[in-house]
């Protein structure tokens, strides 16, 4: 019962001076909804890596052939065709290796009806789908057998889809790379950017021997222009590089002083590097989103310090007539929590619906989860109530007859 009448008399207390009840909770209100709001957009950028980092398929590494030096300058990674298909078979016998394919790719124009597009063309085997854990949304994969026969078939990405074919179903229809025909037996899942920026969804694949044969040509026999290998788990990457490297040394007869004919990608420590910038970000958005939690309980405990002082004539009484201190302390703690609280409430609302339109308007990623609403929640209200402390308890040792004498 005590404890109903002192809210309802706190209740009242901010009815009666509600512009500034009002603006005190603004400050909680603004540092709740920007906590969310961050936390929402950070959890967002976390998602987008994440997501990416799928995309490109789980514990890979990708083994560049080597570059080619002309009158002292020095080509790119990949320019010197120094790998083959041999190299891959090697690959694949190393513990710990669970997927190889090799590629051969190149860019061509591509060539349907009265549409023409250009795109990347990569020659590979089966392993490589499986590898890049890239499904299919129509039609069927080509197999080993199609590789063997350099079977004349091509499974296209959906940009290349929507750039040769427009609403037009493209299975089964016959496209032009370098005027060599293929016919289209399937249409890749989409798969977005990767963290170059590249888009992957214009891509298109074909047999190794369909590309090596019909396509590109081939400087040898079984040349390829990378090898993509799939560890069996994060833990097993160091070890397969390291037994990779020491392979293809070992079958390109390198002498020991001699450099490496070739170059190691390892697509799991960019990806983890690309998450933890991600995170660090989160925090960083979140921590500064917290300063305002900070401002707005440092404005409860200067609103609570003038309620005070405007009642000291009303503490006094109160004391007087047998009030206790912890009466008088629970009195100004409860309006102090009231405040807080209602500005909380007020926050989320105000943060999930800037989230929800940042969403909408500027196409931003923002993932909310109960767990970041709920700490926001819990953390501003004890902000509100840590400041609240001071003005309550300097309300409660107040000396009841210097209290009665203050005008």
């Known amino acids: 019962m005590m404890l109903r009448l002192m809210i309802g008399e706190a209740w009242q207390a901010m009815g009666s001076n509600r512009l500034r009840t009002i603006l005190t909770m603004l400050g909680m209100v603004i540092g709740v909804a920007s906590v969310i709001l961050m936390m929402a957009v950070g959890q967002g950028a976390q998602w987008s890596v994440q997501q ?8 890979l590494l990708i083994v560049l052939s080597g570059s080619t030096t002309q009158g002292g ?18 690959i694949s016998a190393l513990p710990h290796v669970n997927l190889v394919a090799p590629v051969y790719m190149n860019n061509a124009q591509l060539v ?21 854990s890239w499904p299919l949304v129509a039609g069927t994969a080509f197999a080993d057998s199609d590789v063997r026969s350099a079977s004349r078939l091509a499974l296209i990405g959906q940009t ?11 299975l089964g229809k016959t496209i032009r790379i370098r005027q060599s025909p293929f016919t289209v037996a399937g249409v890749l899942a989409p798969k977005g950017q990767s963290f170059d920026g590249r888009d992957q969804d214009d891509t298109i694949l074909v047999p190794l021997t369909s590309a090596q044969r019909h396509l590109f040509g ?23 590089e390291s037994a990779v490297v020491r392979l293809i040394r070992q079958r390109h007869r390198l002498r020991e002083a001699a450099e490496n004919d070739f170059s190691i990608r390892n697509l799991t420590t960019v990806a983890n590097s690309a998450t933890e910038v991600a995170r660090v970000m989160s925090l960083l958005l979140g921590s500064i ?27 006094g009484l109160r004391l007087a007539i047998g009030a206790r201190q912890r009466d008088i302390l629970l009195q100004f703690l ?29 196409q931003v990623a923002v993932v909310m989860t109960l767990a970041a609403i709920l700490i926001a929640f819990l953390v501003a209200a004890g902000v509100g109530i840590f400041f609240g402390i001071y ?7 107040m000396n009841p007859i210097e209290a009665l004498r203050y005008q």
């Open 334 to 362: 409860i309006e102090s929590v009231m405040i807080s609280l209602i500005g909380c409430l007020v926050g989320v609302i105000c943060g999930v619906a800037g989230a929800w339109l940042a969403s909408r308007l500027f």
């Open 52 to 59: 990416t980092i799928e995309a490109m398929g789980s514990h």
């Open 112 to 132: 349907y009806r009265a549409s023409n597009w250009n795109s990347s063309i990569l020659g590979t085997t089966p392993d490589y789908l499986r590898a890049r």
């Open 160 to 170: 290349v889809v929507a750039n040769l074919f427009g609403e037009e179903d493209p």
């Open 391 to 397: 003005p309550a308890r300097k309300a409660a040792i």
């Open 73 to 90: 300058a020095r080509s790119g990674s990949g320019s010197a065709p120094t790998l083959t298909v041999s190299d891959a078979e090697a």
């Open 218 to 240: 081939s400087p040898f026999p079984g040349a390829v222009r990378m090898i993509l290998v799939q560890a069996s788990s994060d833990a097993a990457m160091a070890a397969v």
């Open 289 to 315: 989103a917290s300063i305002s939690l900070l401002v707005g309980g440092i404005g409860i405990m200067n609103i609570m310090l003038v309620a005070v002082t405007e009642r000291t004539r009303e503490i």
